[in-house]
């Protein structure tokens, strides 16, 4: 069993849609990420938590210690966040998921 | 501020043969890391630099791989002779010293296809 495992793998849907992309994993941390990685391949760091959540633009991370659980919701979806989201966990050594590849249809 | 450099962006090569990939950190940030991200997969972490000494390299195949950061700063990761399963994008990252939670930035990634 992986240490990281996100769920769904895949995940198809209309433009103006609510999206959520979920992440669990078994070991300790200091930090959970979310990262985005376009088509290109570059990848860019939506968000680092340690708890709570955090808010940015149509971006919301959860995060649930106990559970060890954290989530990533995008609002009114747009065809241009077409991407793979990938939660990693850890500081200094990051351990990442398989990613989720969201594509928005418009 | 510029991020971080990666080149080239694309490479074909013939198993057997030999590669070389380039990464240039941001300035001041003392930690590289090397990445191998096969496709469908999430990065893998292959080694980790601390200025130019290696923290961690538990996971790069030492028969084929080799990397380095001589000064410091800029890095190369090579594979001699490449595989076919050495096929994916190569991603360098770098972090700032100081918080153990400091996030890591990311290039743009190299995709390597062996034939």
């Known amino acids: 069993k992986n240490e990281v495992e996100q769920s769904p793998q895949n995940l198809t849907a209309q433009e103006g849609e609510f999206i959520t992309i979920n992440c669990s994993y078994s070991?300790?941390?200091?930090?959970l990420h979310w990262l985005q990685q376009h088509p290109g391949g570059g990848i860019v760091s939506l968000f680092m938590?340690?708890?709570g959540k955090k808010k940015h633009g149509r971006l919301i991370a959860t995060i649930n210690i106990q559970e060890k659980h954290s989530s990533l919701h995008i609002t009114a979806s747009h065809p241009r966040d077409s991407a793979v989201y990938i939660c990693?966990?850890?500081?200094?050594?990051?351990?990442f998921g398989q990613g989720t590849r969201l594509t928005i249809n418009p | 501020e510029a991020g971080v450099a990666q080149s080239p962006r694309y490479k074909i090569i013939e198993k057997r043969q030999s590669v070389a990939f380039w990464c240039n950190p941001i300035?001041?940030?003392?930690?590289l890391y090397w990445y191998q991200q096969i496709l469908g997969q999430g990065p893998k972490l292959l080694i980790q630099?601390?200025?130019?000494?290696?923290?961690?390299d538990s996971q790069l195949p030492k028969d084929r791989f080799s990397a380095e950061r001589l000064k410091g700063v800029d890095s190369t990761l090579k594979i001699q002779p490449a595989k076919l399963e050495d096929s994916a994008v190569y991603l360098c990252?770098?972090?700032?010293?100081?918080?153990?939670?400091?996030?890591?930035?990311f290039g743009p990634g190299t995709r390597l296809t062996v034939l």
């Open positions: 990252a770098s972090r700032p010293a100081g918080s153990s939670t400091d996030t890591q930035y």
């Open positions: 070991v300790g941390i200091s930090a």
């Open positions: 938590l340690s708890s």
């Open positions: 990693a966990v850890g500081a200094q050594k990051l351990v």
């Open positions: 300035s001041g940030h003392a930690t």
């Open positions: 630099f601390q200025n130019n000494g290696v923290v961690d």
